[in-house]
């Protein structure tokens, strides 16, 4: 399709792809088939895009610009070489690291995912992957080219999107990777905001550590981040967008014994079983910080999570005290099932945002998800 797109020619391309003209032909009638709309006028001056087939074309060279930024250093061009079935085995192998595993997962012989691999590792001159106790390692070369197939075809499931949603008959699904106060505080207004509006778009929220996240954001299985900014950023392949601060602060039962205090200290507190995030997040890391800042010894009964359904029963089954963000808190303090107490978390406000892929391209109806939320926080859409 890409060289019918560039040349205005069946016959040129079909030439280009050292196939028949009437080959070419019958796999172009099979795309538009496949997409259910025209992807190209026919005229007496050439075949050109339709307004759907510039859409894809512009997917399809993304896709082939992914794969050959991570084969080019090797002197391979694994856009004319490499086929789909062989990417999506080097993709499930990078991810299962067992060929029996990998060819289940896909529905193949254990030999034909063997024999994709090698005709892969022929092309780059370069081992894919590497056996150790464990199992079957992608080497560095491996790793970047798996990352770089899932993301090409990621690029042609948002071409499928995006062709659908010109269409008028879209279903689309955007995946967020949810972290604990986007799915109390942001998430839920943002969604039912949207459905409103947007009644055939649907949401998928992912949940985990923050670096489970951040791994399915990166293979473009998750489509963006929603919670607590990093800084510095993690890694040079995201873009972090601000939206506004939130704080940490502590929280408590209704019936509590510090809950009627004046003016309770973190001394006081700390007497008191806790729960608290996980090391490393945000929030844990603002707690600890003060706690050293005011020399003294970290709570002896403590409890780590990230679930806030737990940390609520917690706090109504003893004294426990609680450490969370102040709007992930907000619903349960408004419902009277948590008490803020007035001990501070000194310099802990933190920026709460998105983050995204620096090379995600959006469908128009992502696009419009985004800039919603962004509105809530009075953001402006970002240029380009």
């Known amino acids: 399709m890409l060289n019918v797109a560039q040349t205005g020619s069946i016959t040129t391309a079909a030439s280009r792809c050292n196939i028949s003209q009437p080959a070419a032909t019958q796999a172009?009638?099979?795309l538009e088939a496949g997409f259910g709309q025209p992807l190209f006028d026919r005229t007496t001056k050439g075949i050109f895009p339709t307004p759907s087939g510039a859409i894809l074309t512009a997917r399809i060279e993304r896709a082939l610009g992914l794969l050959d930024a991570a084969a080019t250093p090797f002197g391979a061009r694994l856009h004319l070489t490499a086929s789909t079935a062989r990417l999506r085995a080097l993709i499930?192998?990078?991810?299962?690291?067992n060929f029996s595993l990998a060819a289940r997962n896909l529905g193949i012989t254990q030999p034909t995912v063997h024999r994709a691999i090698t005709q892969l590792e022929q092309e780059l001159g370069r081992p894919l992957f590497r056996r150790t106790q464990f199992g079957i390692v992608p080497t560095r070369v491996g790793h970047q080219l798996a990352q770089a197939a899932q993301l090409a075809f990621a690029e042609l499931a948002q071409a499928q999107m995006e062709l659908e949603e010109t269409g008028g008959n879209a279903r689309l699904t955007?995946?967020?990777?949810?972290?604990?106060?986007s799915r109390a505080f942001l998430l839920p207004r943002a969604m039912?905001?949207?459905?409103?509006?947007?009644?055939?778009?649907n949401f998928r929220i992912v949940e985990g550590p923050y670096e489970t996240l951040l791994g399915g954001l990166l293979r473009a299985e998750i489509d963006l981040l929603l919670?607590?900014?990093r800084t510095p950023p993690p890694v040079a392949d995201i873009v972090q967008e601000h939206l506004f601060e939130d704080e940490v602060v502590v929280v408590s039962g209704p019936g509590h014994p510090l809950a009627g205090e004046v003016a309770p200290d973190l001394r006081q507190a700390l007497d008191f079983p806790w729960v608290i995030p996980f090391s490393g997040t945000p929030a844990r890391q603002h707690f600890d910080a003060q706690i050293e800042r005011a020399g003294l010894p970290t709570p002896f009964t403590m409890v780590e999570t990230s679930s806030m359904i737990l940390m609520r029963e917690l706090l109504h089954q003893g004294p426990y005290l609680g450490v969370v963000s102040r709007l992930q808190a907000t619903g349960e303090i408004e419902k009277g099932l948590m008490s803020a107490l007035p001990i501070a978390i000194e310099d802990s406000r933190r920026a709460i945002g998105l983050t995204m892929r620096s090379n995600w391209r959006p469908t128009p109806m992502q696009r419009q998800f985004?800039?919603?939320v962004r509105g809530q926080f009075g953001h402006p859409t970002p240029a380009g």
Do not use: C, N, W
């Open 28 to 30: 172009l009638k099979k």
């Open 227 to 229: 919670g607590a900014l």
């Open 92 to 97: 499930e192998l990078a991810h299962s690291q």
């Open 192 to 201: 039912a905001q949207f459905q409103r509006r947007y009644p055939q778009v």
């Open 370 to 372: 985004l800039d919603s």
């Open 174 to 181: 955007i995946t967020i990777g949810g972290m604990p106060l």
